[in-house]
């Protein structure tokens, strides 16, 4: 009840206090608080520590542990819970405070770092999904027709192994005559800085090609 008051004086709402492992995993679920204060020594089959590892597991709410004991056996076990934070019985307000604020900006900013890396992913997803929707091959080239990228669909449109060629110049991937129209496409386009709209044509052992060149960042793309 002392505790209650401290956060409610501090400006929090408490959703719920419990006495068991058990019950703090059910009101975790129901109440989905922002954070929870944990005593390690709790009523229950697990201790606050086991507790504490479900709710991070299950719902990944921040936890921080409040006890009068903290030898290195705890210590050690509360680790791998990775919680937000401690705070050590008799509990001060001050002490609460602090550790409080630490653990909600923490947390706002891990959430903040699982949403981006969510998004990137996500963005790699539909890359990927576009890249799989061109019938032949991209490659990723520097303004000297180095290779050190491709995205195959089908590399039976070129070449079997694609993979072969990465860091090689693109005279060794294409024939010599056709090499050369590439080179001299990139040399103009980075001369006049135009690397949009013009086409080519190209003779190659499995048949005519056509690429286009495009600049992305500061690599030349050219579609084969």
Known sequence: MEIESQLQSLGYEVTSVVNTSERAIQKTEVDQPDLILMGIRIKGEMDGIEAAEVIRNRFGIPVIFSTAYLDQERIDRAKITMPFGYVL??????????????????????????????????????????????PDLLFEVDNEGQLYQYHATNSENLYESPDEFINNSIVDI????????????????????????SSYSLDLPHGTRWFELSKEKESILKHV
């Open 89 to 134: 019985k008799p509990i001060q307000k001050r002490d609460l405070k602090v550790t409080l604020e630490m653990a909600l900006y923490v947390a706002k900013v891990d959430e903040g770092r699982r949403r981006a890396e969510s998004k990137v992913y996500e963005l790699n997803k539909q890359l990927s999904s576009t890249l799989k929707a061109i």
């Open 174 to 197: 294409l024939p010599r005559n056709a090499a050369d129209i590439v080179l001299d496409a990139i040399a103009k386009a980075a001369e006049t800085g135009h690397y949009y709209g």
